[in-house]
């Protein structure tokens, strides 16, 4: 260990120095100029190249949403809600961090994942190709057609930080990260309202969406799931810091057989 690069980092912020001088250093490259970038703010992941979610090292860039740790409840509710040989759309999906986890763990599911950004996607189909997986480029539902009324679970972390709270936010994200990805309007719902009016028209009967939100906005989530016609209910993970809605498509679960 470089006693250097942990004192530079440690002055620069980082809580956890020693850990991250050993991923830099083994990063390869110039580990001086890794740590520069650390120093100016720079998220690690971004730094590295990837980002750890769910025991996956997931591909990132500048430009993408770093994955979050909190967001993994999304992927163990998902997990836990979709049937055997179902189909699971992850919208919103930046780097693909949900739908890997989710594909990673259950081979038998049929995952797809969606984004408006090309960047992202690219990003998502590296990680999601070799696991049987696909990305595609959509504006919320509107690429999926195909699928409407017939997917088991939607998951989605969609930007949720109400406009007026970005400048409080981390320098690593607020200096760092696409506003696109951290924006969620004038009360934090912009994208959230969409992605549940998407997951209304995408679910079968009994299906399920899985939306992080927070503690402060969780119960404007609750109220916007039921105005699009879903039932919702929360839960959370106080470990990870995480809160998801999960808003169930009225009726019961429809069996088919005939999944393609």
């Known amino acids: 260990m470089d006693d250097a690069l942990v004192t530079r980092l440690r002055a620069a912020g980082c809580?956890?120095?020693?850990e991250e001088a050993a991923l830099l250093a083994a990063a390869g490259g110039d580990t001086a100029a890794l740590v520069a970038r650390r120093e100016r703010g720079e998220p690690l992941e971004l730094v590295l190249g990837w980002a750890l979610f769910a025991g996956l090292r997931v591909p990132v860039a500048p430009g993408v949403f770093v994955p979050r740790r909190r967001t993994?409840?999304?992927?163990?509710?998902a997990l836990a809600l979709a049937p055997a040989g179902g189909r699971v759309v992850d919208l919103c999906c930046g780097a693909g961090a949900i739908a890997g986890a989710v594909a990673h763990a259950?081979?038998?599911?049929?995952?797809?994942a969606a984004d408006i950004d090309p960047v992202a996607v690219d990003l998502a189909h590296a990680l999601l190709a070799p696991l049987g997986a696909a990305a595609i480029a959509s504006d919320l539902d509107d690429a999926l057609g195909h699928l409407r009324g017939l997917v088991d679970v939607v998951t989605a972390c969609p930007p949720y930080v109400p406009t007026a709270q970005i400048p409080l936010m981390p320098r690593e994200a607020r200096d760092h990260e696409p506003l696109l990805a951290l924006d969620g309007g004038p009360?934090?719902?912009?994208?959230?309202?969409?992605v549940l009016a998407a997951s209304s028209r995408l679910l079968r009967p009994g299906g399920a969406c899985v939306v992080e939100t927070s503690d402060a906005l969780e119960?404007?989530?609750?109220?916007?799931a039921a105005d699009a016609g879903l039932v919702p209910a929360v839960e959370r993970d106080d470990e990870r810091g995480a809160v998801v809605v999960v808003a169930r498509?009225?009726?019961?679960?429809?069996?088919?057989?005939?999944?393609?």
Do not use: K, Y
């Not at 009360?187 to 969409?194: A, E």
């Not at 119960?219 to 916007?224: C, E, G, I, K, Q």
């Open 15 to 18: 809580v956890f120095a020693e």
């Open 72 to 77: 993994e409840l999304v992927a163990d509710v």
């Open 106 to 112: 259950r081979p038998d599911l049929t995952v797809v």
């Open 187 to 194: 009360d934090g719902l912009g994208l959230q309202r969409g």
């Open 219 to 224: 119960r404007l989530t609750v109220a916007a």
């Open 249 to 260: 498509q009225a009726g019961e679960r429809i069996s088919d057989s005939s999944r393609a």
